[in-house]
């Protein structure tokens, strides 16, 4: 039993880009001194567990060339089959590295875009299987700390207007984090079988399972919007100058 890392990176990212004045993706903007991509690549790299680190990247990427990809080390390997879509590029990134990992190998999927990622988060995430026969696997996440509102919106009022629905009680609710980690075939079938899910664990519920929560923190934050980032670089430096 071997465990590999796969980190899909073939979107665009658009969301990100707007306002920053670049064309890059948002995978490959600089955050403190790397591009964003290389961050979450060398931790996964450290953890000693993980055999190989799998970046999966869009068959026409052109920017990956441009990286100094070398403090990673031997254990990455780059695959351009990239999809549409994330659940798209997952897919066809475990259909490549099934020429190499085993059935019942564990994947941890981590999405580029969380690159504040640490090695303790990752081994908590491995040491999460504690032999119980019902493991099936898990994901990092955080309990919901903030008061949820679903909202409603009029079109009664110009510009557009978005008013408060109702409020959703928290309890029991968590943010789901990645890595989220699988046993290839059993991501493989899940996939398969329900290809339009926002993260594995989603695919993995739909088949009747129940994936573990491994309690994350919320510095391992997704960078969606361009506040992010400025958050994802202060948290970046800190760790070098501590």
Not at 1 to 28: E, I, T, W
Not at 88 to 99: I, Q, S
């Amino acid at each position: 039993m071997s465990y590999y890392a796969l980190v899909p990176a073939a979107g665009s990212g658009s969301r990100m880009n707007d306002g920053l004045g670049s064309s890059a993706p948002k995978q490959y903007l600089p955050l403190a001194d790397r591009p964003m991509v290389l961050h979450s690549l060398l931790t996964l790299a450290r953890v000693p567990a993980v055999e190989r680190v799998f970046l999966i990247l869009a068959p026409d990427d052109t920017n990956w060339k441009l990286c100094d990809a070398s403090a990673v080390g031997p254990k990455l390997t780059v695959l351009y089959c990239g999809g549409e879509s994330r659940s798209l590029t997952v897919r066809n990134g475990l259909e490549a590295v099934a020429k190499v990992v085993a059935a019942d190998d564990w994947i941890l999927v981590h999405d580029a875009a969380r690159p504040c990622i640490t090695v303790a988060q990752v081994e908590a995430l491995i040491q999460s299987d504690d032999g119980d026969s019902n493991f099936v696997g898990g994901l990092l996440a955080v309990p919901v700390a903030d008061t949820l509102k679903r909202a409603r919106v009029t079109n009664e009022a110009k510009p557009l207007s978005w008013w408060v629905g109702d409020t959703i009680p928290r309890d029991g609710l968590w943010q789901a984090q990645t890595p989220q980690m699988f046993r290839l075939s059993v991501l493989q079938e899940a996939l398969a079988r329900v290809p339009n899910v926002t993260d594995e664990a989603s695919a993995i519920e739909a088949i009747g399972l129940h994936p573990r929560l491994v309690e994350s923190d919320s510095m391992n934050l997704k960078v969606t919007y361009p506040c992010d980032r400025k958050l994802a670089e202060m948290i970046l430096r800190s760790r070098l100058s501590s």
